[in-house]
C-alpha cells in the first residue's frame, strides 16, 4: 500500500512519503527503547504537565490539525474540529485521572495472605506499538497514546497509510510538549511490516484497531510473541426499536448515526431491528432523514457528509450493496455509485435483507442502513445477537424493564438505551467476538498496558 495522501473529495495525490527504510526503523526503535529507561523515572505529575501542554498545542493546532483531517479522509471540518478538540480533552482526562486509576491497592487484608504487607502496584511495560486507522486519525491515536503515556509507557505509532501527515504530525505532538525524546514516535511503514516488527524483543506489546483480517495477522504475531495485544475490530452494531419508543426520535438519531463520518464508524448502527408494531411509521421518517443528509464538500458549512476515505473502501461498500440488489434487496433510497470526482457515496437504505446477501453478516463500512421487521423483543434480541461481532448496540424504548433486558441479554460490549453509542472518556470501550477483545479508555483502558505487581512481605 501506497504512503500518501490521496485527497478523497478530488482522487488525486496530494504527497507521497516513501516508507522507512530497516536502518530508519531501527533507529526509531532504539529510541523508544532508550526513552523507557527516561520514562521510568518521570512522576505523575511531570507526565501530566506534559500532557496537559500537548492538549494546549493540539488545541491551538486547531484549524491545522482539522484540514490535515479533512485532506487525508475527507471527513467534514465540523466534525474534524470536533474531534481534534476531544481528543486534546481525553488527553487532560487522563492527565487528571492517571494516578488515581493507577493507584496501588490492597485487594486483601494483609495479615490473610500471612503478610506484613500485601499490595498491587501498577508498573509500565514499556514500548507498546499502536496500530492505527484512518477513519478518526487524531482520535483514535490519542485514545491508545494519552493512557499509555500517562502510565509510563513509550508509544510508537504506526498510522494507515492514507494519512501520513496527521501520523508525523502526532509523532511530534508529544515531544514538542517536553516528554523526552523516542517518548512517542511515529514509523512510516506498510501493514505487514507492522506485524513483522512485533518479533522484535523491544516492542513489548501491541494495540490495533482495524479489520479483523490485519487484527489476526497482528494478534498472530503478539501470540507467536507472548506479548500482550488489544484489538478493536468494529462491528455490525444493532440499533433496536420497540412500539413504546419515541419513533421521531429514535428514526433521526438512527439517520445521525449511520451517516456520522460517511458510515466509516466502528460504533454506529448499521442493521436495525424494528417492532412491526412501528415499522412502516419508522421506516418512513428513518428514509426521510437518509435522503434528507446528502454528501457534499467536507470543507463547506452544512454538508451532512464527506466523501469515503478511500477508493477502496467505497468500492467495498459498494460491491455489498451491489451483491444484495442482485439477490432482490429493496432499495428505499441511495444505492447508486455517483459519477465525478471523489469517493461519494449515498446514504442508503435497504429493506427485505436475507441470509444470502453478503451485507446480513458482513460490516458495510459506509452510509448503508439495513432495517429489518421483528415481532417481538426475543426476535429482537435473537436477530441482533446473530452476529459475527459484538460492539455496540442501541435500544430504543420508555419501558425501563425492557431496557434492562436489552441491556442484559444483547451480546455486545456496551449498550446504549435511547441515545446513540458513543465513546466516553472515562468509560470502556471495545467489544466481543470478532470486535476483539480488551479495553480502551477510563480505568479499564489503562490497565491494558501495564504490569499489575503484587508486592508482598512477611
Ligand atoms: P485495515 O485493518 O487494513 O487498516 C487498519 C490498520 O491496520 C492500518 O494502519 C493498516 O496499515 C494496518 N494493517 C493492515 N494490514 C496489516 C497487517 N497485516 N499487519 C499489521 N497491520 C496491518 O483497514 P482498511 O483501512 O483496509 O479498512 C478495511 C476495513 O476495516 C473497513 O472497511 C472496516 O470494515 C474495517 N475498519 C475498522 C475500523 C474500526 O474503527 N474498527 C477502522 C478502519 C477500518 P495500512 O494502512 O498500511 O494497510
Known amino acids: 500500500m501506497t504512503i500518501a495522501t490521496i485527497d478523497p473529495t478530488t482522487g488525486e495525490m ?15 526503535l532504539a529510541k523508544a527503547d532508550a526513552a523507557n529507561a527516561l520514562m521510568a523515572k518521570t512522576t505523575f505529575v511531570q507526565r501530566a504537565e506534559w500532557m496537559r501542554r500537548a492538549a494546549d498545542l493540539l488545541d491551538a493546532d486547531l484549524e491545522h490539525a ?8 475527507g471527513k467534514t471540518i465540523g466534525t474534524a474540529k470536533y474531534e481534534v478538540t476531544k481528543s486534546a ?28 504487607a500485601a499490595s498491587v502496584v501498577f508498573q509500565p511495560l514499556g514500548t507498546v506499538l499502536a496500530v492505527m486507522p484512518w477513519n478518526y486519525p487524531f482520535w483514535q491515536v490519542i485514545r491508545f497514546a494519552a493512557p499509555a503515556l500517562m502510565a509510563g509507557n513509550t508509544g510508537l505509532l504506526k498510522h494507515a497509510s492514507s494519512v501520513p501527515q496527521t501520523a508525523l504530525y502526532l509523532g511530534e505532538l508529544f515531544q514538542r510538549a517536553g516528554f523526552p525524546e523516542g517518548a512517542f514516535q511515529t514509523l512510516l511503514i506498510e501493514g505487514a511490516a507492522a506485524s513483522a516488527l512485533i518479533d522484535d524483543r523491544r516492542i513489548r506489546a501491541v494495540t490495533l484497531t482495524g479489520s479483523v483480517g490485519a487484527g489476526a495477522a497482528v494478534a498472530a504475531a503478539a501470540g507467536r510473541n507472548i506479548k500482550k495485544s488489544v484489538l478493536e475490530l468494529g462491528g455490525t452494531d444493532a440499533f433496536v426499536v420497540m412500539p413504546s419508543a419515541n419513533v421521531a426520535r429514535s428514526a433521526q438519531f438512527a439517520a445521525a448515526s449511520r451517516t456520522q463520518n460517511s458510515g466509516q464508524s466502528c460504533i454506529c448502527a448499521k442493521r436495525f431491528f ?11 421518517a428513518f428514509v426521510a432523514h437518509m435522503a434528507a443528509t ?25 460491491e455489498l450493496v451491489a451483491d444484495a440488489v442482485a439477490k432482490g434487496v429493496t432499495v428505499r433510497v441511495g444505492g447508486e455509485l455517483p459519477d465525478g470526482p471523489g469517493w461519494f457515496y449515498p446514504a442508503t437504505v435497504l429493506t427485505e435483507v436475507t441470509p444470502e446477501m453478503r451485507i446480513f453478516r458482513e460490516e458495510c463500512f459506509g452510509p448503508v442502513a439495513c432495517v429489518y421487521k421483528v415481532t417481538s423483543i426475543d426476535e429482537a434480541i435473537a436477530a441482533a445477537n446473530d452476529s ?15 431496557i434492562a433486558r436489552l441491556q442484559a441479554e444483547l451480546e455486545f460490549g456496551s449498550v446504549f438505551a435511547n441515545g446513540n453509542s458513543a465513546s466516553f472518556f472515562g468509560l470502556p470501550f471495545g467489544g466481543v467476538k470478532d470486535s476483539g477483545y480488551g479495553r480502551e479508555l477510563g480505568s479499564f483502558g489503562i490497565r491494558e498496558f501495564v504490569n499489575a505487581k503484587t508486592v508482598w512481605t512477611a
Open 388 to 402: 459475527d461481532f459484538g460492539l455496540a448496540a442501541g435500544v430504543w424504548s420508555a419501558d425501563p424493564d425492557e
Open 274 to 284: 424494528v417492532h412491526a408494531d412501528v415499522y412502516d411509521e419508522w421506516l418512513e
Open 294 to 318: 446528502t454528501y457534499g464538500d467536507p470543507l463547506a458549512e452544512g454538508t451532512g457528509f464527506g466523501p469515503m476515505a478511500t477508493a477502496q473502501v467505497r468500492a467495498d461498500a459498494h
Open 14 to 28: 496530494v504527497r507521497e512519503f516513501a516508507a522507512h527504510t530497516p536502518a530508519q526503523v531501527e533507529e526509531i
Open 89 to 116: 480533552n481525553g488527553m487532560r482526562w487522563y492527565a487528571e485521572h492517571a494516578e488515581g486509576y493507577l493507584a496501588p491497592e490492597e485487594p486483601v487484608p494483609a495479615a490473610s495472605v500471612g503478610a506484613s
Open 66 to 73: 482539522a484540514t490535515l483531517a479533512v485532506l487525508e479522509m
